[in-house]
């Protein structure tokens, strides 16, 4: 009996492990495999998002397949649009650097001497022996007369020079202006230019000279002391070169024209005038609008005493009863450029007017 006893009793306290261990591994195993679906999910979700990016990018691609092409076209094309065209490494519009070089090199050449013919080699590669002594004639002044590219990178310059030439007492005397020739090779291109000389220089005849065309300005007035126009002129180059008034007084409104500064002169006097108009006796101003050209001719004397001859080109208009100074002219008139003078109402085209600064101020013409 009392086995029995302990044998229920037994298996009664056995049971609870039993059923906990029955009724927990359903629990083990779903806390086990919570992960893994866990897990699982995440990795569609994942996996899923990748997919659509994929797609997303796919669709990109293939959409902007011919935008690529495009750019890819031009990219491959642009260079060959863009790009400039091969030039010479001296243009015949830039010959400054060659006839600088040829001044440089007639006045080492003209200075040269017998012993020195060490100077020229910076202009000359060639072989020279000079024969006579250094310093025998000397270049006062040069001036390049003309240049022309004869072939690319390959100049011919004229170079005038005012000769100073020694005499045999040690004197040096003016041997007047002389021509020579130089043959000037560049090489290279932009700052990395260099210049040579292919030969000596080569004294040659002055360039034809011109015969200058007739002025526009038919009649002369003489000194015009009695001539409103002329009076006019007088008045505005006295305040213009000697600084005696302001400029405002004598200039048409609108008309900005500054004095030379620092004043070079004292004093002014007319010495002659010549104008497009048609009567040289007429002293009457006339409607308001009229224009006249003078060509005013006048003495300039400085604070020493000194007198100079200077030419001035000016452009007057008539307005109120009066002459004004409309335009200070950089250059005289020519026939071909003036108004007939049998019309006094033609309007005489205006000679190109001195630039004028952000200031105002005008290029003097003939100072």
Do not use: C
């Amino acid at each position: 009996m009392k086995r029995s006893r302990r044998k229920a009793r037994r298996e009664q306290q056995e049971w609870p492990e039993d059923a906990v261990v029955e009724a927990t591994e359903p629990a083990e195993q779903d806390d086990y495999e919570a992960p893994d679906a866990a897990g699982w999910k995440t990795s569609t979700a994942g996996l899923a998002g990748f997919a659509r990016l994929a797609r997303v990018a796919t669709w990109a691609l293939i959409a902007s397949g011919p935008l690529i092409g495009v750019m890819a076209l031009l990219g491959s094309s642009a260079p060959a649009q863009s790009a400039p065209k091969s030039a010479p490494a001296v243009q015949s519009s830039a010959s400054t650097g060659p006839a600088g070089f040829a001044q440089l090199f007639v006045g080492a050449y003209l200075e040269a001497g017998e012993g020195s013919e060490k100077n020229l080699a910076p202009y000359y590669s060639g072989s020279i022996a000079l024969t006579h002594p250094a310093g025998t004639r000397s270049a006062l002044r040069t001036q390049v007369m003309q240049a022309h590219e004869v072939s690319s990178g390959y100049w011919s310059v004229t170079v005038a020079v005012n000769v100073a030439a020694k005499s045999k007492k040690g004197g040096y005397s003016d041997a007047g202006v002389q021509y020579f020739r130089v043959a000037v090779q560049s090489t290279g291109s932009g700052d990395a230019t260099g210049y040579t000389a292919v030969s000596l220089p080569a004294q040659v005849a002055a360039p034809t000279s011109l015969k200058p065309g007739d002025l526009g300005y038919p009649t002369s007035r003489g000194g015009g002391a009695s001539d409103p126009a002329s009076d006019t002129a007088a008045s505005f180059l006295k305040a213009y070169v000697a600084g005696q008034g302001e400029l405002d007084r004598y200039t048409s409104p609108g008309v900005r024209i500054s004095p030379v500064v620092p004043t070079p002169y004292a004093s002014i006097k007319v010495t002659g005038v010549q104008d497009d108009s048609s009567d040289s006796a007429s002293t009457k101003v006339p409607g308001d609008g009229e224009r006249r050209r003078l060509l005013v001719s006048v003495d300039a004397t400085d604070a020493d005493g000194n007198s100079f001859p200077l030419t001035y080109a000016l452009g007057l208009t008539s307005r109120a009863g009066r002459w004004e100074v409309s335009s200070l002219d950089d250059a005289p008139a020519t026939a071909a450029t003036s108004k007939p003078s049998s019309d006094p109402k033609a309007q005489a085209p205006s000679a190109p007017a001195a630039p004028t600064t952000p200031s105002g101020s005008a290029s003097p013409a003939g100072s």
